[in-house]
């Protein structure tokens, strides 16, 4: 990102502290190391005052001057968001404290919302509150993401005609693929203009068409903003930066344009109080320790396993990795209306009986899954039915194909001209009764059958190696999803290996509990998914003879 010449990178915060260490070390090497001007996020959310102070205090020694103060989601499982005991109910009042107790020491930036914060059911309200924050002790204000630039002009006007007179910074965060935007969108419920839309659907099964869309509507979303006397942009890669370098180059933005800004002094003393100050900035969205680097190795090197990105799904060794599901942190569960939906699980036919549901389409999300499946599903969707039926809860699946052209409109992505294929694989959890016979099967098809399998207290157990060492066994891989190009080569967006089916394991079953505690402690359904939470097994399964589509169905009986 220093090669972009940013103003500055903005580093996210886990809630609760959960990454403080590495935002840390991250912001630290980012600044001290790059020279890059740090932003670092601090969240109200599960943070009492002391951890807010060792948080700030860990903030100095690493040289960081800059805070974004957040309140933060709710965690995952509450219907709302709270604050904890000794702790702060709103970031005002955590600009506040930081305001107080350190003055002018940090350079304090707060979180706007264009379209109101999706939480609010009063709009005037909102602002209102919004106005109270940035009067707190805020030195600039960053907007949550947004896809209509006349939507942000008018609440920018809006925000200087209350008064307000700080830099307001408008977010912007490039199309990376058409299932993340939907997500996306879904979840922040952010205004989308009706063309983006219809463009979006109509090459919405050419993944390099998405993206390109994407930094067209970026680029063009930004020249609006500049039109109108805006002269920064916050824009948020979710550590896919190829994207923004690709947006920046189209606006000359890049480090070498008379746009860019690169300051070496802190945000406070200088560079964010000058409202006119061009600006040019980029967020990195954290990722999990591992990333690849090579400090003598291209960009366009690096960027290799990203042109494609797929959730958890991608390559884990990548900075990149998860990335697209990082706003899955804000799916929150509403206790009344799931409980209408999921119904009150007593045994496991009722959660076969759901998970059929789902299959069918009769209900539109799970526990696991806050969206209806993906039409490539129809394939197999009759073996799911049947699996599920036998009390096999599949959370994942795809079907086997070879050689589908990159231009079909169910299976296809990449360029056009390109041929797809895939490995049948379902992940699912089973029940205690029904994995030691499932597990006996998958060991005799190995080694056409990788599997991998893990319980909620940490067993875990694969076929999935690649050699007699354990090194390497460790970083096994196993490509699922590959797609051959005309000038390319192979491409593999999605990968299975040990490192994200563990990655998913943790959340996979911390879902169960969230389910259970929707309901009273006392009872039945509390105590019959607590218990299944610790009896089940979670199963990822692949079948490598992807020319036979329907043997992996033989696994399951």
């Known amino acids: 990102m220093s090669r972009l010449g940013p103003l500055f990178v903005a580093v996210t915060w886990g809630a609760g502290g959960a990454t403080a260490q590495r935002t840390l070390e991250l912001c630290g090497v980012c600044q001290g190391v790059f020279g890059i001007e740090t932003v670092m996020h601090l969240t109200c959310t599960n943070m009492d005052q002391a951890m807010v102070d060792e948080a700030l205090e860990g903030a100095k020694n690493a040289g960081i001057r800059n805070i974004l103060a957040l309140r933060g989601d709710p965690p995952r499982g509450a219907e709302y968001w709270t604050a904890c005991d000794g ?16 003055q002018d020491y940090f350079c304090i930036g707060v979180a706007g919302y264009p379209e109101g914060h999706v939480e609010s059911k009063d709009a005037d309200q909102d602002f209102k509150y919004f106005v109270e924050k940035v009067a707190a002790g805020a030195d600039f204000v960053v907007s949550q993401l947004v896809y209509d630039a006349n939507l942000f002009i ?9 008064g307000i007179q700080v830099p307001i910074v408008p977010g912007v965060l490039p199309i990376q693929s058409y299932q993340s935007f939907r997500r996306l969108v879904h ?17 919405k099964a050419n993944d390099q068409a998405v993206k390109d869309l994407g930094v067209e509507h970026a680029v063009n979303m930004v020249r609006e903003l500049q039109s109108a006397g805006i002269s920064g942009v916050h824009l948020t890669t979710l550590n896919l930066e190829s994207t923004v370098q690709r947006v920046l180059s189209a606006l000359e933005m890049s480090n070498a344009s008379p746009l860019t800004v690169s300051s070496s002094l802190n945000l406070a003393q200088q560079t964010l109080r000058s409202v006119a100050a061009p600006l040019t900035t980029a967020a990195i969205d954290q990722g999990p320790p591992g990333g690849a680097s090579d ?3 291209t960009l366009a090197a690096k960027r290799v396993w990203d042109d494609f990105p797929n959730g958890r799904w991608g390559d884990a060794r990548s900075p990149a990795f998860g990335s697209l599901d990082a706003y899955g942190a804000m799916l929150k569960f509403d206790p009344h209306g799931s409980s209408n939906t999921w119904g009150n699980p007593l045994c496991n036919c009722d959660v076969s009986k759901l998970f059929c549901q789902y299959v069918s389409g009769d209900i539109p999300s799970l526990p696991w899954s806050d969206e209806p499946l993906l039409a490539e599903t129809q394939r197999i969707r009759q073996e799911l039915l049947r699996i599920n039926q036998l009390g096999y809860w599949t959370l994942a699946s795809q079907p086997a194909l070879d050689s589908v052209p990159s231009s079909d409109p169910t299976y296809g992505w990449g360029p056009r001209g390109g041929y797809i294929y895939q490995k049948a694989f379902v992940e699912c959890f089973v029940p205690a009764q029904l994995f030691p016979a499932f597990l006996s099967r998958l060991q005799s098809a190995s080694p056409r059958i990788t599997y991998y399998a893990s319980n909620a207290q940490g067993d875990f157990i694969t076929n999935a190696y690649s050699s007699q060492s354990d090194e390497e066994n460790a970083t096994a891989v196993t490509a699922v999803t590959w797609g051959v190009f005309p000038g390319r080569a192979v491409v593999q967006p999605t990968l299975i290996d040990k490192m994200n089916f563990l990655a998913w394991r943790t959340e996979a079953f911390q879902t169960w ?7 009273s402690p006392e009872s039945k359904e509390y105590e019959f998914l607590t218990t299944t939470a610790e009896e089940c097994w979670l199963v990822n399964v692949v079948d490598n003879e992807f020319k036979n589509a329907h043997a992996i169905w033989d696994m399951f009986q």
């Not at 702790?87 to 350190?102: N, Q, S, W």
């Not at 008018?154 to 209350?162: L, P, Q, T, Y």
């Not at 922040?188 to 109509?202: G, N």
């Open 513 to 519: 509990r969230e389910w259970a505690a929707m309901f």
């Open 87 to 102: 702790g702060f109910t709103h970031a005002a009042d955590l600009v506040r404290y930081i305001r107080e107790k350190y």
């Open 187 to 203: 979840l922040t419920k952010a205004q989308v203009p009706e063309s983006l839309k219809t463009r979006l659907e109509d090459v």
């Open 154 to 162: 008018k609440w920018e006007k809006r925000c200087r005609e209350s």
């Open 295 to 297: 400090s003598g190795s």
